[in-house]
């Protein structure tokens, strides 16, 4: 029987060791662990606790088929980061391609074969030329793998934001040929800022944050017997590389967006300037599961 405040958490624990699952049962006791300390620690209020449960309930009934509010608050408390990070490269001992899925990626991309144009309706920008290779760890290249590709739009607008652009605008999916390469032809995106008029623009406020992503390609690579790959390619250019508002950033992710002023050497009716992007993508060896879409 509970008598004091110090004897709740004992009790919770000894209920969480019932849990059959080892799995499950290691995670409860953790959290129950740290979110009493937490509670502790802070000293939290009854009001205070009223609140939290009451932004926890916003969270989930602002979460709809076209935004998700749980995955756009864990990226911007770093914890999405954190865990791509400790899964991937070695389980975090060296540099991975891997990166956030985010929150604008849909299954069923159009097929596009290699060195066609992901732009399905009028969008106004300057031309990107992208090259990828898909390789293994050990530099070999991954031949037949399926490339998934989205991009924001050069207003810095997802194409099911935006009621102008075409369904599945700036999205295509691509298979590498027998040196694990793939390449298209899009236009160049920018930075954006991330929906800011529910919980997360209300935190984003009460920090003095800005809501900005620097400009980003989004790739999603599958290859039986490889850990699925979710990359993000960022424009070391834009002004939010060293801020971005949901720490997705990382060394290994830096692209080199580079700026030709003279006429494209095999497409004459490109006006200038356009873009060119050369990128590797590093997949590890594992299992083939695609993640649950954020939205529909």
């Given at each position: 029987?509970?008598?004091?405040?110090e004897?709740v958490?004992?009790?919770?624990?000894a209920?969480?060791?019932?849990?059959?699952?080892p799995?499950l049962?290691?995670?409860?006791?953790?959290?129950?662990?740290?979110?009493?300390?937490?509670?502790?620690?802070?000293?939290?209020?009854?009001?205070?606790?009223?609140?939290?449960?009451?932004v926890?309930?916003e969270?989930?009934?602002r979460?709809?088929?076209?935004?998700?509010?749980?995955?756009l608050?864990?990226?911007?408390?770093?914890?999405?980061s954190?865990?791509?990070?400790?899964?991937n490269g070695?389980?975090?001992?060296?540099?991975?391609?891997?990166?956030?899925?985010?929150?604008?990626?849909?299954?069923?991309?159009?097929?596009t074969?290699?060195?066609?144009?992901?732009?399905?309706?009028?969008t106004?920008?300057?031309?990107?030329?992208?090259?990828?290779?898909?390789q293994?760890?050990?530099?070999?290249?991954i031949?037949g793998?399926e490339?998934?590709?989205?991009?924001?739009s050069?207003?810095g607008?997802?194409?099911?934001?935006?009621p102008?652009q075409?369904?599945?605008?700036?999205?295509?999916?691509?298979?590498?040929?027998?040196?694990?390469?793939f390449w298209?032809?899009?236009?160049?995106?920018i930075?954006?800022?991330?929906?800011?008029?529910?919980v997360?623009?209300?935190?984003?406020?009460?920090?003095?944050?800005?809501?900005?992503?620097?400009?980003h390609l989004h790739?999603?690579?599958?290859k039986?017997?490889?850990?699925?790959?979710?990359s993000q390619?960022?424009?070391?250019?834009d002004?939010?590389?060293?801020?971005?508002?949901?720490f997705?950033?990382?060394e290994?992710?830096?692209g080199?967006?580079?700026?030709?002023?003279?006429?494209?050497?095999?497409?004459?009716?490109?006006?200038?300037p356009?873009?060119s992007?050369d990128?590797?993508?590093?997949?590890?060896?594992?299992?083939?599961?695609?993640?649950?879409?954020?939205?529909?």
């Amino acid at each position: 029987m509970i008598k004091r405040q110090e004897d709740v958490t004992p009790a919770v624990l000894a209920v969480m060791q019932r849990t059959t699952d080892p799995r499950l049962r290691e995670i409860m006791a953790a959290l129950i662990t740290h979110l009493h300390a937490f509670v502790r620690d802070v000293r939290l209020t009854e009001r205070e606790f009223r609140d939290a449960t009451a932004v926890l309930n916003e969270i989930g009934q602002r979460t709809t088929d076209t935004h998700n509010e749980a995955v756009l608050m864990a990226g911007s408390l770093g914890v999405s980061s954190l865990i791509c990070l400790l899964n991937n490269g070695d389980n975090g001992q060296t540099e991975t391609s891997q990166s956030l899925l985010g929150p604008f990626w849909r299954l069923h991309s159009p097929p596009t074969p290699n060195g066609g144009s992901i732009v399905r309706s009028e969008t106004p920008g300057a031309e990107l030329f992208v090259h990828g290779r898909v390789q293994d760890k050990a530099g070999q290249p991954i031949v037949g793998a399926e490339v998934d590709i989205w991009h924001a739009s050069p207003i810095g607008l997802y194409e099911n934001q935006d009621p102008g652009q075409a369904d599945m605008n700036l999205r295509g999916k691509f298979t590498t040929d027998v040196d694990g390469r793939f390449w298209f032809r899009t236009v160049k995106m920018i930075g954006y800022p991330i929906p800011t008029d529910g919980v997360v623009g209300r935190l984003l406020a009460a920090q003095d944050r800005h809501p900005f992503r620097p400009a980003h390609l989004h790739a999603l690579i599958v290859k039986p017997g490889f850990k699925v790959l979710i990359s993000q390619v960022y424009d070391p250019t834009d002004p939010h590389i060293d801020s971005d508002v949901q720490f997705g950033v990382t060394e290994a992710l830096v692209g080199d967006f580079v700026r030709h002023d003279e006429p494209h050497p095999d497409t004459p009716d490109v006006p200038a300037p356009w873009y060119s992007l050369d990128y590797v993508y590093t997949m590890e060896e594992g299992e083939a599961v695609l993640p649950r879409p954020p939205i529909k």
